[in-house]
């Protein structure tokens, strides 16, 4: 029973995020790269299953009765520029990135260093390939106690990526 | 009882089911990862691995614990090929991608000394467990998917072995690398290992990581270790045994 009431539970918190992340239309919008909201993801989570880059909530704006004229130059959260993040240790390696602001939305976030740049990677290759068993992997929805994954990656980009749009913050 | 806190540069969770744990026992599992840090952080310049990279310290005046991260260290870029280098291009040491496993591995030793049977110590998502979790079943242990990560797309059962992922989960978030045409890179986006411990699990996890697509074929030779390995398109390929994982044992 207790285990049947925790499965619905999760269950019921996952759908509320994806319902909110889907109203949010987050996926495909470029200027909303998570910029990490200052938590290093998943670090105090209460959901068992962490999500490394949170996405903001925009803090709900009151309607105005007339309808604002946007201003026509220089609209968004950051100046236009390139802007260098520190290099911050994602444990096998640092990650450190630029993100490009144009028009006042990121752009682009390039990488400046990557922890699988290393030169000696080809070297190996000449192991023969056994045949091992393969399947395309599919969403689980059973319940689980821990999650497995790699998540140093996650906050040392989130890290590098705040201190490039901290640059950049505007006003 | 259940924590997490940040340390080390990433969420340490640690839950102990056993019914006389207290607050301080957990205490002094973080109290271990705090000194861990002090030692080995390399953007600590006051740790001791700075000294010594800065060379004022000298090899045989290091402490017991360093000395001994530095020839596990050795050890592991022997058994993996050269794949475990703790030395970059600067010629700075760098051991902290085999600290973790072995301060997760130390951890559980401490709280299994304290005379706990059911726990585990996560620290970035490797895991050493021990025991049931808190409805006396085994531990369930979902492997995070590199493309979604609110999603699972495994369950496993390590039942007392150690478990780790190294990856990446740049692909899933529409961020352009500049390496993203360099196959090494794209072609393998996730990999898990499930080995004897966590230490072990970990170090092989970021060495064989390392070693792209073929590094499957290295761990299947591996006597002790199984693992999952996630391509950029989705299809993943696991160890002849890694299917034993999969399945609850027998005295569910």
């Known amino acids: 029973m207790k285990k049947f009431l925790s499965s619905i539970f999760l269950i019921g918190i996952f759908s509320a995020y994806v319902i909110s992340r889907q109203s949010l239309g987050l996926a495909a919008n470029p200027s909303l790269v998570p910029v990490a909201t200052g938590a290093l993801p998943a670090a105090a989570s209460p959901s068992p299953i962490p999500v490394p880059f949170p996405v903001p909530t925009p803090t709900p704006q009151p309607v105005p009765r007339t309808v604002p004229v946007p201003p026509p130059v220089q609209q968004g959260r950051y100046k236009n520029g390139t802007y260098t993040g520190v290099g911050a240790d994602a444990y096998y390696g640092i990650v450190q990135v630029q993100a490009v602001i144009i028009g006042g939305k990121i752009a682009d976030v390039v990488f400046l260093s990557y922890p699988n740049d290393r030169g000696n990677s080809a070297k190996i290759s000449s192991y023969a390939m056994p045949i091992l068993k393969q399947e395309a992997i599919a969403t689980q929805s059973a319940p689980v106690d821990i999650v497995s994954g790699a998540t140093e990656m996650s906050s040392a980009f989130n890290q590098s990526l705040q201190s490039a749009l901290s640059q950049a913050q505007n006003g | ?252």
């Open chain 2, 1 to 252: 009882m259940k924590q997490t806190r940040p340390l080390m540069g990433m969420p340490i969770t640690v839950e102990i089911v056993d019914a006389s744990v207290t607050p301080a026992d957990l205490e002094k599992v973080y109290q271990y990862f705090t000194t861990v840090d002090r030692t080995f952080s390399t953007y600590k310049p006051e740790s001791e691995i700075s000294c010594f990279n800065r060379g004022e310290v000298a090899e045989r005046d290091l402490s017991p614990e360093v000395q001994e991260v530095l020839r596990l260290c050795e050890a592991t870029k022997r058994l993996t090929g050269g794949f475990f280098d703790i030395c970059n291009r600067k010629g700075i040491i760098d051991p902290s991608g085999l600290v973790k496993g072995w301060a997760i591995r130390n951890a559980a030793t401490l709280i299994a000394d304290a005379g706990f049977r059911n726990f585990y110590v996560e620290a970035g998502g490797d895991i050493q467990m021990s025991g049931k979790n808190s409805d006396g079943g085994s531990w369930r242990v979902g492997i995070r998917s590199p493309f979604r990560k609110e999603e699972i797309v495994k369950v496993v059962y390590p039942e007392g072995k150690g478990i780790a992922t190294s990856g990446t989960y740049i692909r899933g978030q529409h961020i352009y690398s500049p390496f993203a045409k360099d196959r090494e890179i794209t072609e393998i986006v996730s990999l898990t290992v499930i080995g004897p411990d966590v230490y072990e699990a970990d170090r092989y996890a970021t060495a064989i990581f390392a070693m792209g697509k073929t590094g499957i074929a290295f761990l299947e030779k591996l006597k002790g270790f199984e693992g999952y390995m996630i391509d950029a398109t989705g299809i993943a390929t696991m160890t002849s045994g890694f299917d034993s994982y999969t399945c609850l044992p027998h005295d569910e």
